[in-house]
C-alpha cells in the first residue's frame, strides 16, 4: 500500500473516533487535534488495528512521537 | 484472533463506538440511578459503556468510580469517599489479572481461595451492613497458566484450581444472601473468548484487562442486573408451533412428520423445548399462540412421543385462525401484565413484524434461521434475569392455570356478585412471620398496579418491621373452590401518634383484582385499629407510571 493511502485510511479513523471532520498530517501529535486525549488515543490505536488488520506491540504504541511515526510502523507490518 | 465483529453481531448487540454516542433525549422519561464503581484498574471505557446502554434502557446513571485499587479500603474504611456517599447500585470489579498476582507472591498456595473468600465474605457482609445499596459483583475469569498442564484442574497448588474454588465459595455464600448478585464474567468470556476479551496492548499500556469491544456485553449484562433490581423482567413467554417447537407444518406434514426427537434437526427442537421447560419451572408463564386448529396442535402435545413439553406446562394454550395481534391482545388482557413484561418466539418474521408494528413493548426476538442455533442465540439475549427467586415461582403457571378456569366460570354467572358468592372465597389473615416475609418481599417488588406508594421492601425490610413496635404487617391469603391462590395482599401500617397508625404501604396481586378483597382487607384494617385502640387511619396514594388503577381506591372505600 502506497504511504497517502495508508495516511488517507489513518484520517478515516479518525473522522469515526473524534465524529469530526479532520484532516491530519504526518507531523500532528494529540497537542495538534481537537478531543485527540488519553481515552480516544486508545480507540484510535484500537480501530486502527482493525482497519489495516495488524496488531502493534505495546512498545511500538509508547514509541510513536506523531501520526507519521504511527505509519512507518503500518507500512512495515503491512510488507 | 477470531473475528470479534462476528461474535458480537451474532450476540446481537451494539459496537462499542455506538454505545458511546447514545445521548439522553428530551422526550423519554429515565429512572435516574446513582452508582459506584470499585476496581482494581481503570474502567473508563466500562462506565462509558454502561451508561451508553442504561440510556437504551432507559436508565440516567450517574457513575463514581473510586480510585484504583482501593477496593478493601474504600468498602471497609467508614471514613472513606464510598462511605460517604449513597449509592443505589455499588459494581465491584476485581481482575484475576490482579488476583494471579497475589496468587504468584503467596506462600501457601493450597489456602489462596480460602483466605481470599475470607477476605471476600467480609467485604460482602460490610457491604450488606452500612447500606441498602445493592451489589453486583463480578466473579473471577479463567487465566490458566496451565504449569501443571491439564493436571492444573486436579491439584491445590494450581492457580486455575484456586480460582474455579473462589469463585464457587463466593457463589455459595452469596446464595443466601439478599442484595446482591454475581456478574458473571467468567460466563462470558467462554461465550466470546479469552482471546477476544483481553488485549494485551491495553493492559500493558494502560492497565485494562478488557479489550474495548468486549465492553458492550459486559455493560449489558449490567444493565440486564439493575433492570431486575428495578423490578423491571419478563414474566411470560408466547410460542408459535409450527417450525419453533417442532419442525415443519403440523397441519401439512402430519404428527408422524414433523421433525422432533433423536434424528436431525428434531435433536434441536427437542433442546429447545427443554430450554423452555426449564424457564417453566422457575415460574416464567409459557402461553402457546399458533395458527392452527385447536384439535390438532393438541394432539401433538398428547400424542407425539418425543414431545418434551405437555398441557399442564402452558398456562394459555391458544389455537386459532385469528390474527396473533388479537390473539396476543387477548392473552395478555387474561393475564393481566404488562406487554413490556412479555416475550414472543416465532420463526416466521412477517408474524414477528406484525407484532412488532402492533404492539410496541413486547420483546420480539429475531431467531437465528437455523434451529439449532435457537437455545443459543436465546440464551445469549439474556432475557429473564432475575434477582429473585422463591418457592411461589416453580407453582406459578399451576396458579395462571386455575385462574383461567375462573375466567371461564365467570362466564357463567350474569351478575358478578352471584359469581363471587359461588367462588366461596376464604383469606387468612397473618402478622409478618418469617415464613411469609420472603413471598411479601417478592410481592412488594413485583406489584406495580395494585400498589398504593409503590414502596419495595427487602426481606431485611421486613424483618424489621416484624420486630419493631411502631409498626405492623398485616398479610393475606386467598382461597377459592378452584384452589389457592397463596399470599396475595399485604399492609404495612406504621404507627405515626398516638392512636393513629399511615398506611405505608398497600398492594395486592393484580390476579385478584376485582373480586371484593379489596373491601375485605379495608374491613379487617378497621376492625384490627379498633382492637389495637387505634382511632385514626390515615393513608396517602403515590402516583406511579403503572398503578393509575387505584388512584381513587381510597375515596371509593
Redesign the interface.
Known sequence: MERNEILKKVNDVFIDVLEEEVSIKEEYSSYDVDGWDSLTHIMLIVETEKKFNIKFLSSEIISWENVGEMIDCIEEKLK | ?VKLKKVLLFINMYTF?ELL?FKLSESSVYKKLNISLLSDQSC??LTKSIIGYGIKNLFDLSIWEAPINQIDSQILNPKSSFNNKNFDITIVFESSHSLLKKFNSTQNKETFSGEQFIRFKELIEELHRSSKTKVILFNFYELNDQVFGNFSSKTKNSFIYQLRRLNFLISEFTSTISRISILDISSIQNKIGSKNMF????Y???G?VL???SNPIISKNIIDIISSYNSIFKKCIILDLDNTLWGGIIGDDGIENIKLGNLGIGKSFVDFQYWIKKLKDRGIIICVCSKNNEDVSRNVFINHPDMVLSLDDISLFVSNWDSKVDNIKNIQKTLNIGFDSMVFIDDNPYERDSIKENIPFITVPDLPKDPSNYVSFLSDENLFETVTYSNIDKDRTKLYQTEYKRVKSRSNFTDLSDYMINLDMKSNVELLNLFNIPRVSQLSQRSNQFNLRTIRYEEDDLIQIMNSDDSYGLVFDLRDKFGDHGIISFLILKKTSLGEVFIENWAMSCRVLERGMENFVINYLQEFCENQNIDFITSEYLESPKNSLVKNLYDKL
Open positions: 484472533m463506538k454516542k473508563q471505557f488485549d494485551s496492548s491495553l500493558v499500556n494502560y485494562m479489550s474495548l469491544d
